[in-house]
Structure formats: C-alpha cells, structure tokens
C-alpha cells in the first residue's frame, strides 16, 4: 500500500478521532484509492500510532461505506457504489433541506453567518481545483447546519457526506461546481426572506443535482 505523501498527524497524544478523520480524509481525496488494500501496520507507522486506533477507525469507516473489510483476508478501501450513493444522496438531501427549514425563521437575524455563507459561496465560484471547491461547498452547508440549532445534525450528516465528497474528488466538474454556486445564491436569498419552504426546496434541490 503506498503511503499518501501528506503528513500523517503530529506527534502528540492522538485520539481515534483523529487517527479516524485522517484515514477517512485520504480516502474521500483519492490519496487511497477505491479497492486499494489498507494494512494496519503501514497506516499506524503513517500516523505514528499503534494498530488498535487504526482498526477501530477501519471499522468505522466500514460502517460508513467508505471501506469494505473481509475478516481474516484483507480490508481495501471500497469502491464506488452507485446504489450506495444516490441512497446517501437523497438521505442528505433530506437532513440538509431540514437543517434550512430550521435556520430559515432566524438567519437574517445573524448577519456574522449570513456574511460566512457569502464569502463561502465566492470562494466556491472562484475556485478551479477540487480541494478548494469542495471545502467552500461544505463550509456553505456546515454553516446552514449550525444556524439550524439542531445539535444532532452534524452526527448524522457525518456518516453520510464523505461518501459524496470522495465521489466529488473523483468526478470534478467546473460545471457542476457554477451550477452549485448558482443555487447557493437561491438558498441565501431564501434563508434572508425566512421563506422555510424554499429554503428545503433549495437546498434539497441542490444536494440531488449533485447526482
């Protein structure tokens, strides 16, 4: 398994969060690729950690899609679903419509976010790279999530979105990413006018043309 040329983590006490986020981030940006096999002693010298982190991280990512693991043979990095993810589509779809319809009564009120999601959304229409594209996309969203008020969101939307994202990285579009940009202005003038409705309709909208 040939080691991503990105640092691994830094050397302190590390939590399996952390050692979780890193594996998880290589694979959404394609530095591990789909059915790429995953070795715990390479991944935990990558890290500088031990085996146990790095398994209970390979399990989870398990359970999120991204990794496929056959007990007693070998764990590969999963390869890309198309069932799998027009069924996380339309559940994130469904979580991020909800987190506007929520944000919506109340975001004009906070002009510190609403002035977040524009300077996001500019990012996201000038960018030309993936890396740059996919993180002022998600910044849009995380900040409509937070201005939602619904502490349980981020959870859930956490097992669901970097199976999108890895399918992003793999498949980017300039295209797509202006057309993104485009309904984001839709989604910002729908949160200022409190209108819940659009808001849901918009944001629902957004996430399933992404398919």
């Known amino acids: 398994m040939p080691i991503p040329a990105t640092p691994g983590l830094t050397p302190r006490t590390l939590l399996r969060d952390d050692v979780h986020r890193r594996i998880r981030d290589a694979i959404v940006r394609g530095e591990l690729q789909p059915g790429e096999k995953l070795r715990d002693g390479e991944l935990g010298?990558?890290?500088?950690?031990?085996?146990?982190?790095?398994?209970?991280?390979?399990?989870?990512?398990?359970?999120?899609?991204?990794?496929?693991?056959?007990?007693?043979?070998?764990?590969?990095?999963?390869?890309?679903?198309?069932?799998?993810?027009?069924?996380?589509?339309?559940?994130?779809?469904?979580?991020?419509?909800?987190?506007?319809?929520?944000?919506?009564?109340?975001?004009?009120?906070?002009?510190?976010?609403?002035?977040?999601?524009?300077?996001?959304?500019?990012?996201?229409?000038?960018?030309?790279?993936?890396?740059?594209?996919?993180?002022?996309?998600?910044?849009?969203?995380?900040?409509?999530?937070?201005?939602?008020?619904?502490p349980l969101l981020p959870g859930q939307l956490d097992t669901l979105v970097p199976v999108l994202l890895r399918a992003e990285y793999l498949h980017f579009d300039a295209e797509t990413v202006a057309s993104s940009a485009r309904q984001h202005d839709a989604i910002i003038d729908a949160l200022l006018a409190g209108d819940a409705d659009r808001a849901a309709a918009l944001t629902r909208e957004n996430w399933l043309s992404l398919g």
């Open 45 to 150: 010298e990558w890290l500088g950690v031990s085996r146990t982190p790095v398994r209970e991280a390979l399990l989870k990512l398990s359970e999120a899609g991204l990794v496929t693991a056959k007990p007693g043979r070998e764990t590969i990095v999963a390869p890309e679903d198309p069932v799998v993810l027009d069924h996380a589509r339309t559940i994130a779809a469904e979580l991020h419509a909800l987190a506007a319809r929520l944000a919506a009564p109340h975001a004009s009120a906070d002009e510190a976010a609403i002035a977040r999601l524009r300077s996001a959304n500019k990012r996201l229409r000038g960018a030309t790279d993936p890396e740059a594209a996919i993180t002022a996309d998600t910044d849009v969203h995380d900040v409509v999530v937070r201005l939602s008020g619904n």
